[in-house]
């Protein structure tokens, strides 16, 4: 959907052997993802400077590539290289996105929270996909370069997309919605995340419900009455629509059963009742919210009954599977207070051969109360009959001494993932049900993989 005007737009500062002739099928900031046709957008990133990978992108097939004008003064490229020199990259990628969105005519459903959006989003990307053609943004793509990559994705066949906003710092959200224009917005949950960002968790909340104030007059408001500070919003779109176990709710859902595994089994009169795959009794809100979605766009009751009955979990986000004689509970994507104990209470109840396990990552971005709230996971953890824990991280040492404190319970503190794995054939046993958590920033996800 991009075109060359579209490039022209951007202003930059000179262009190098365009191949105007030739249509631009896409965009990426990966030269790894470059396939004919893309365009490739040179970034300064965290880890690497993509104007290191142009060649590669260009052997890959890229159709030109977007750099900054101080590495274009500094640098020799190659004279055959198409190039598109922008002041700053990051800046061409958002605007080029802003000019994508703008040609869109279909519904645009914001999301964000604290606690679930990615599989809210994905639970709500398939119970619509039996009836629309969904762009949803890809894994966690929701910053300040990831959602204007989500909507370079698009194709003339999509016509609903749902993008995911993250949030680290205040205005971020209205800086997202500046891009993406939601004409539709849903706030999973408000609880404090990135709090090292924020005083206090009234700030946390004036952040995400910017989304609301983002919406168009006629846009739709999909509003949790489960959540207190979400319930107090007053909606000033046209369209409101409610949902969570509150009886006043539009959408009404009740958990009725929760088995042996901890899934948990809702009774929705829109659709009847629901036997969730995912353990948890929070997915009810999640299921609930997709149910609300699909109702108001009009997807059939058993579609929506089928997506969600057949629905797949996200890999890192309460994912369990067997492997070597053990059950893993893969939650290690991220990990806050709220989202702690949740994943706690999953362990604790599950059913194991030998003991339950809990390998515990820092909780990363919280601010000033970081030890009391490592401390706090340490009491409640140690009330749940685990048989073994071992805290990874600097504030995970909170959680086990705060066990060592309560219970005669092993444990175990690691300075790292890779300490961690070191271990793991000494400490870990056959039959043992192991709950892996923490924030991505301490790379748990590497320890799942050893197991």
Not at 16 to 39: C, F, K, V, Y
Not at 305 to 316: D, I
Not at 386 to 405: K, Q
Request: net charge negative; hydrophobic share 40%.
């Amino acid at each position: 959907m991009i075109t060359w005007r579209d490039i022209d737009k951007l202003q930059p500062i000179r262009t190098e052997n365009l191949p105007r002739h030739r249509e631009i099928t896409g965009a990426d900031i990966d030269s790894r993802r470059i396939a004919g046709g893309m365009l490739f957008i040179a970034r300064q990133g965290e880890h690497a400077d993509g104007h290191e990978f142009i060649g590669n992108a260009l052997h890959n097939g890229a159709v030109a590539a977007i750099v900054e004008e101080a590495w274009f003064t500094l640098a020799s490229p190659a004279p055959d290289w198409p190039l598109i020199v922008v002041r700053n990259s990051d800046q061409s990628l958002r605007d080029l996105a802003g000019m994508i969105r703008r040609k869109f005519n279909g519904p645009v459903l914001g999301i964000t929270g604290s606690n679930g959006k990615t599989t809210t989003k994905e639970m709500t990307a398939t119970v619509l996909s039996s009836e629309y053609s969904v762009l949803s943004t890809p894994g966690n793509y929701n910053n300040l370069w990831g959602l204007p990559l989500s909507i370079l994705r698009a194709q003339p066949e999509h016509d609903f997309w749902i993008l995911e906003h993250g949030m680290n710092r205040p205005g971020e959200i209205a800086e997202l919605c500046h891009i993406s224009r939601p004409n539709a917005g849903l706030i999973t949950t408000i609880s404090e995340v990135h709090s090292a960002n924020f005083d206090s968790l009234e700030e946390i909340a004036a952040e995400k419900l910017s989304l609301f104030h983002q919406l168009p007059v006629d846009g739709i408001t999909f509003q949790n009455l489960d959540d207190p500070r979400i319930c107090e919003y007053s909606p000033a779109t046209t369209h409101v629509v409610t949902y969570g176990s509150d009886p006043d709710a539009e959408i009404v859902g009740t958990i009725t059963d929760v088995d042996n595994y901890g899934r948990i089994q809702l009774s929705c009169e829109e659709i009847g009742d629901l036997r969730l795959p995912l353990p948890g009794r929070f997915q009810a809100t999640n299921a609930l919210a997709a149910i609300a979605v699909g109702v108001f766009f009009a997807v059939d009751p058993k579609a929506i009954h089928q997506a969600l009955t057949e629905f797949s979990p996200v890999p890192g986000r309460t994912n369990i599977f067997e492997r070597h004689d053990k059950v893993i509970i893969d939650d290690s994507y991220n990990a806050n207070p709220t989202s702690m104990r949740a994943a706690i209470d999953i362990l604790a109840t599950y059913p194991t051969r030998n003991r339950r396990v809990a390998i515990l990552g820092d909780m990363l971005e919280l601010n000033s109360t970081r030890e009391e709230k490592h401390r706090e996971i340490g009491a409640y953890l140690s009330q749940q009959g685990v048989g073994l824990v071992l805290g990874v991280g600097e504030l995970s040492r909170y959680i086990v001494e705060e066990i060592r404190e309560h219970q005669s319970v092993r444990t175990l503190h690691l300075d790292d993932s890779e300490a961690c794995i070191e271990i793991l054939d000494d400490v870990l046993q056959d039959g043992d049900v192991v709950l892996v958590k923490g924030s991505h920033g301490i790379h748990l996800e590497r320890v799942v993989e050893a197991i």
